[in-house]
């Protein structure tokens, strides 16, 4: 049976195209973090402070967080090296990261549904 699930075209920050990107509200939480997110800059940084997230290490780790993709279909989605992606798994920063993140979107999840039974509950769901 063919799957007719609503699609929509996901635009990566390095103007790749993921054709067929699911709708829902993790595709959706996922690109609204990437498209808000400001990669941060080295200029003004002390050497040896560091700088932050890279937008294509935060895409990957958007990715590696978030969803069962593999780590060679996330480094090809996120335009980076395989190898890089698994260093950067084992990076004390990425792991902190990736734990925010998961939390984040989990509390997202049910705060939405709180929320959506409270309005059911008054009459009010749309």
């Known amino acids: ?7 929509f075209t996901l635009y990566t920050p390095h103007g790749r195209v993921i054709p067929d ?12 973090k990437l498209s808000t997110y400001i ?51 084992t990076e004390e920063d990425f792991s902190s990261a990736s734990n925010a993140l998961q939390e984040e979107f989990s509390e997202g999840i049910f705060d939405r549904a709180a929320t959506g039974s409270w309005l059911a509950r008054e009459g009010r769901a749309g």
């Open 1 to 7: 049976m063919k799957d007719v699930s609503p699609k």
């Open 21 to 32: 990107a699911p709708l829902g509200i993790l595709g959706g939480f996922i690109q609204e």
């Open 39 to 89: 990669e941060p800059q080295r200029e003004g940084t002390p050497k040896g402070q560091t700088v932050g997230l890279s937008r294509p290490k935060y895409h990957g780790l958007l990715l590696t967080s978030l969803t069962a993709l593999s780590l060679k279909r996330v480094a090809q989605i996120a335009g980076v090296p395989l190898a890089s992606l698994k260093k950067w798994r």
